[in-house]
């Protein structure tokens, strides 16, 4: 095995069929391997115990946004939305699995590194689907200290946070380790004028007086698959307003409660930002609620929005 965990699937699939994990290499010299235009995305499926069955949540919402990311990159893709998800299905049976997943499907231009050099439009791509047993990436109830990071957030006219872009994610990146080298857990990006964006791979949304805030899809973030589900929660389960419109960083300093949202993080609650306490420093209320019906919603404990959650066996 070498350099590769205990803990990976047996097959990933690339390019039309399984192939066994570890045969599935990339040359160093493939243009993949440093890549500035390579596209991505990241969802999880959902164990029932009850159904014996594994939900693939908002699969085709995501490989809808795939395509989206794809058709702004100019790569030549021929694989349909279907194509994609069968591939999906396939690849969680030929893994066998029995718990929750993370799916990382990607593509990335073929070739060799010096074709990195001709960047035209229409350029033959790989495409890889990966996926690994995912349960969580932190214990909700530790809130997370968070920071407004020194970096700030790329924007729509230099490298579109909306296009889920590998390059995208060194922004990100650069703000993660700021925040961990200070003493966080994890950053709040804010755009060129101040107001706030995201965090690195999770959107946010702040509780004030009883409304869910989070900033606009023109706010220099990703259109978040997990933000558009909370919006339905908030208006729909939890019965509370669900406002989308800018938010200013002191907004955060005084907000009754502020979580992440994300496929990875799912809810994840906030406890400090600044150093400053939201609300009394443990997760709130309708955070909790959030959290807990959005756990009972992707794995079909609760079986509105049927369409949302899609069986592989
Ligand atoms: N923002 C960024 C930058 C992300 O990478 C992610 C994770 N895909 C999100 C937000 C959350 O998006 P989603 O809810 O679709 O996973």
């Known amino acids: 095995m070498g350099i590769y965990s205990e803990d990976t699937a047996t097959y990933l699939w690339r390019n039309g069929a399984l192939v066994p994990w570890e045969e599935a290499t990339v040359h160093v010299n493939a243009v993949g391997h440093a890549s500035v235009a390579g596209i991505f995305e990241g969802l999880k499926a959902y164990w029932n115990a009850d159904d014996g069955q594994l939900y693939l949540f908002r699969m085709r919402e995501h490989y809808r946004r795939f395509l989206q990311s794809i058709k702004m990159t100019r790569f030549a893709f021929d694989y349909t939305l279907e194509d994609l998800e069968e591939a999906t299905r396939a690849l969680m049976k030929a893994n066998a699995f029995r718990r929750d997943v993370y799916v990382r499907p990607y593509i990335f231009q073929a070739g060799m590194v010096r074709e990195l050099l001709q960047s035209q439009p229409g350029k033959p791509v790989e495409l890889v689907i990966d996926s690994w047993p995912f349960e969580a990436y932190r214990d909700p109830s530790q809130a997370l200290h968070v920071c407004t990071s020194s970096w700030t957030r790329i924007a729509d006219n230099v490298m579109p946070p909306r296009l889920k872009c590998f390059s995208n994610y060194h922004n990100g990146r650069l703000a993660a380790m700021e925040a961990t080298v200070s003493g966080y857990d ?48 908030v208006r729909e389960v939890l019965g509370l307003p669900y406002v989308e419109r800018p938010v200013d960083r002191t907004e955060l300093y005084l907000a009754d409660e502020l979580f992440f949202m994300g496929t990875g993080w799912e809810i994840m609650p906030v406890a400090s930002v600044d150093r400053l306490m939201v609300g009394d420093g443990a997760p709130g209320s309708v955070t909790d609620a959030i959290r807990e019906a959005y756990a009972a919603l992707v794995r079909g404990h609760d079986l509105r929005r049927p369409e949302w959650r899609a069986a592989v066996w």
């Open 186 to 233: 994890w950053p709040v990006l804010l755009d060129a004028q101040g107001k706030v964006t995201e965090g690195p791979g999770a959107c946010l949304a702040l509780v004030r007086d009883g409304a869910v805030i989070t900033p606009p899809g023109t706010a220099s973030i990703l259109e978040s698959i997990t933000r558009d589900t909370v919006g339905y929660l």
